[in-house]
């Protein structure tokens, strides 16, 4: 019993002392810690209450028209510029030049020697890409001399230079659209858009009519081109196909035996010169 009461004894001591020892470090930690959360909360009372400043970084002060001026022009919005004249630039290829026609013609003349993937279509657009930018050279010249060198020169300001500049290609495609009597088509798009007056000549059409009346006057344009290329290679598959039936020979596919035919034919006539000569001749005198 003696033994017992000592350590009920010891216990209660330990667990005292324990109580003590808690106490006490609470008493040194807790308001050093309150202190801090009170002088940390009235610090960013402090920050937040200040104002705000107004001040914009030196190149992005003076506005759109500070932006788009040759002086005003840093070199991440010209390397933007220029990214978004890149990603344009197909779509502007495909609309505005010579490329539809040559590259539909270009298609026909491989359809119809029937030599499949033969040219590769990588051979046949860059064929197309280097005639266009043939053609169409005399145009960007224009395009750079009366747009894009005054306004790299700090001479016009940036809608004169639009303006300017696409006046040269406006030209060209009506000229086009009027070469090849395809004015029914301006026509066309002039009913169902918002312009409301009559224009007398091509330089009155905006663009928005202009360019979509140039891309359907240019398919009509490349269509009948195709067909005068196409007609040859057709009498030849009919005639060996004629010569074909009449020998018996019903198992063999007409066109492995006249495709060596068209293609003597095409060497021999030296079509590649032909076609390309006939794409050239379409747009002399325009540009």
Same mark, same amino acid.
């Given at each position: %019993?003696? *033994?017992?009461?000592?350590?009920?004894?010891?216990?209660?001591?330990?667990?005292?002392? /324990?109580?003590?020892?808690?106490?006490?470090?609470?008493?040194?930690?807790?308001?050093?810690?309150? /202190?801090?959360?009170?002088?940390? &909360?009235?610090?960013?009372?402090?920050?937040?209450?200040?104002?705000?400043?107004?001040?914009?970084?030196?190149?992005?002060?003076?506005?759109?028209?500070?932006?788009?001026?040759?002086?005003?022009?840093?070199?991440?919005?010209?390397?933007?510029?220029?990214?978004?004249?890149?990603?344009?630039?197909?779509?502007?290829? #495909?609309?505005?030049?010579?490329?539809?026609?040559?590259?539909?013609?270009?298609?026909?003349?491989?359809?119809?020697?029937?030599?499949?993937?033969?040219?590769?279509?990588?051979?046949?657009?860059?064929? /197309?890409?280097? %005639?266009?930018?043939?053609? %169409?050279?005399?145009?960007?010249?224009?395009?750079?001399?009366?747009?894009?060198?005054?306004?790299?020169? *700090?001479?016009?300001?940036?809608?004169?230079?639009?303006?300017?500049?696409?006046?040269?290609?406006? *030209?060209?495609?009506?000229?086009?659209?009027?070469?090849?009597?395809?004015?029914?088509?301006?026509?066309?798009?002039?009913?169902?858009?918002?312009?409301?007056?009559?224009?007398?000549?091509?330089? &009155?059409?905006?663009?928005?009519?202009?360019?979509?009346?140039?891309?359907?006057?240019?398919?009509?344009?490349?269509?009948?081109?195709?067909?005068?290329?196409?007609?040859?290679?057709?009498?030849?598959?009919?005639?060996? /196909?004629?010569? %074909?039936?009449?020998?018996?020979?019903?198992?063999?596919?007409?066109?492995?035996?006249?495709?060596?035919?068209?293609?003597? #034919?095409?060497?021999?006539?030296?079509?590649?010169?032909?076609?390309?000569?006939?794409?050239?001749?379409?747009?002399?005198?325009?540009?």
């Amino acid at each position: %019993m003696g *033994r017992q009461t000592n350590d009920r004894k010891q216990t209660t001591a330990r667990l005292l002392f /324990a109580c003590a020892l808690a106490v006490g470090l609470w008493y040194l930690v807790v308001p050093q810690s309150f /202190a801090q959360q009170i002088g940390s &909360e009235s610090s960013s009372d402090n920050v937040s209450n200040r104002p705000i400043s107004l001040e914009l970084p030196e190149g992005l002060s003076g506005g759109p028209k500070a932006w788009t001026s040759p002086e005003g022009l840093s070199s991440t919005l010209q390397v933007m510029l220029l990214l978004t004249v890149l990603s344009l630039a197909p779509a502007i290829l #495909l609309m505005t030049t010579s490329f539809i026609r040559i590259i539909v013609v270009l298609g026909f003349v491989r359809q119809a020697l029937g030599t499949q993937n033969l040219p590769p279509s990588q051979v046949i657009t860059g064929l /197309a890409l280097f %005639m266009t930018v043939f053609i %169409m050279m005399p145009v960007w010249k224009e395009v750079y001399s009366d747009s894009i060198r005054p306004y790299t020169n *700090r001479e016009i300001t940036l809608e004169e230079a639009w303006e300017l500049g696409s006046r040269p290609i406006h *030209r060209f495609m009506s000229a086009q659209i009027e070469r090849c009597g395809n004015s029914d088509d301006v026509w066309l798009f002039l009913e169902h858009s918002s312009y409301d007056q009559e224009p007398e000549t091509y330089d &009155e059409v905006p663009l928005s009519v202009i360019v979509p009346a140039f891309m359907l006057s240019e398919l009509k344009t490349a269509f009948l081109i195709g067909f005068q290329i196409y007609l040859p290679f057709l009498i030849i598959d009919m005639v060996v /196909a004629s010569v %074909m039936v009449s020998m018996g020979m019903l198992m063999v596919p007409p066109v492995m035996v006249s495709l060596p035919f068209k293609l003597l #034919l095409f060497v021999l006539l030296d079509g590649w010169h032909l076609v390309v000569e006939m794409l050239m001749q379409s747009f002399q005198g325009i540009t």
